[in-house]
């Protein structure tokens, strides 16, 4: 923990760009029966505020674990990881139908758990790419067990 303790403040990686298709808008809407017109392809969408239809938010987030599965382990061998929540997610860009979002990871806190464990909070940033503004900022919660 002390060793992980230094790291923190430190930009633990950058994860690769992926695309926000329709399709998975589609699919998301589907799962969480949440149909509502800005994330729907169609003239409604195209002359609405966005300018076309855009992602959940929650899709957005429900995304991390791919965004983030391609950055540096920052824990080694842990016999065990639990994602133990969110402490803060704030939806600051919309994401359009199209845009490709990435993930940037720095680690913001580091405690010890009962168990052998230790607490990891890290800071996403889930940028948009050509946007000054981030699609998303999210502070997580995941105890690592060696």
């Known amino acids: ?9 430190e930009e633990i990686g950058v994860g690769e760009w992926f695309q926000v ?6 699919a ?6 949440d149909h509502q ?12 505020p966005f300018g076309g239809p855009i992602a959940h938010g929650y899709l957005t987030l429900s995304l991390l674990p791919h965004l983030k599965e391609c950055l540096p382990a ?5 016999r065990m990881v639990v994602n133990y929540g969110l402490d803060r997610v704030r939806f600051i ?21 009962a168990g ?3 607490q990891l909070k890290v800071t996403f940033t889930i940028e948009l790419e050509g946007a000054e ?3 998303a900022v999210v502070e997580t919660l995941a105890r690592f067990y060696v």
């Open 28 to 33: 998301f809407a589907e799962a969480t029966l």
């Open 21 to 26: 298709t329709q399709e998975r808008v589609d």
């Open 74 to 78: 920052v824990v080694g061998d842990a």
């Open 133 to 135: 503004r981030p699609a």
């Open 116 to 118: 052998g464990g230790v």
């Open 93 to 113: 860009s919309p994401v359009r139908v199209g845009s490709r979002i990435r993930a940037r990871g720095v680690l913001s806190a580091v405690e010890p758990v």
């Open 37 to 48: 017109w800005i994330h729907q392809a169609g003239p409604r969408a195209d002359a609405g």
């Open 1 to 9: 923990a002390a060793a992980l303790a230094s790291r923190v403040g």
